[in-house]
């Protein structure tokens, strides 16, 4: 079965830059997404189709993709960006989704 | 305001079955996918289920197929999945998800329902 590969944390300290990679060999030919959820709430789309960000995203957040790795950036990241991140992407035949695996982000 | 709201999670024994509703307002139901995601407890996020606007592409992940059924009736707003022969590892908070097209961002999540399958 298709799988997404995430690193299981990443930490950072306030104004610098976290990057969460994600990785999957269907990421050439399929979109990734990437979702934030804080702790008992729902999750939240911050950047769609590789690299789009939904309106009310804060800029700091952006999306890009190379090869088989897609990699949401944070910069400037604030306290509030502590959270989970999950990469989103379908499968080669376009009919299953999966979720990697998520990524905690500290900030320190 | 657009919102979805699921209902009818709760404690069932093994085997049982249990029916989730997901109410959907402030859009247009019937142009959007929807979606089944579940959570299970401290764990990552899992895609169920997937139905297309009319209801002529259905999706089924490998651990629920031939178990879980997804339905919708547009003219109720309203997304289903019922779920028969459950299993303690089906323990989890159910989300419901709207998305433009099938292979199209989950834009919009409800709050979730939890699922608990123990005797």
């Known amino acids: 079965s298709y799988e997404l590969t995430q690193p299981p944390s990443v930490s950072v300290s306030p104004g610098q830059t976290a990057r969460i990679t994600c990785s999957g060999d269907a990421l050439p030919k399929q979109y990734a997404y990437w979702y934030q959820q804080k702790p008992g709430q729902a999750p939240v789309l911050v950047i769609y189709?590789?690299?789009e960000r939904p309106s009310g995203i804060p800029e700091r957040f952006s999306g890009s993709s190379s090869g088989t790795t897609v990699t949401l950036t944070i910069s400037g990241v604030q306290a509030e960006d502590e959270a989970d991140y999950y990469c989103?992407?379908?499968?080669?035949?376009?009919?299953?989704?999966?979720f990697g695996g998520g990524t905690k982000l500290t900030v320190l | 305001e657009v919102q979805l709201v699921e209902s009818g999670g709760g404690l069932v024994k093994p085997g049982g079955s249990l029916r989730l509703s997901c109410a959907a307002s402030g859009f247009t139901f019937s142009s959007y996918s929807m979606n089944w995601v579940r959570q299970a407890p401290g764990k990552g996020l899992e895609w169920v289920s997937s139905?297309?606007?009319?209801?002529?592409?259905?999706y089924y992940a490998d651990s629920v197929k031939g178990r879980f059924t997804i339905s919708r009736d547009n003219a109720k707003n309203s997304l289903y999945l019922q779920m028969n022969s459950l299993r303690a590892e089906d323990t989890a908070v159910y989300y419901c998800?709207?998305?433009?097209?099938?292979?199209?961002?989950?834009?919009?999540w409800g709050q979730g329902t939890m699922v608990t399958v123990s005797s």
């Open positions: 989103q992407s379908a499968d080669s035949s376009g009919t299953l989704w999966v």
């Open positions: 189709k590789d690299s």
């Open positions: 139905i297309s606007s009319s209801s002529s592409y259905i």
């Open positions: 998800a709207r998305s433009e097209g099938y292979v199209d961002a989950f834009d919009i």
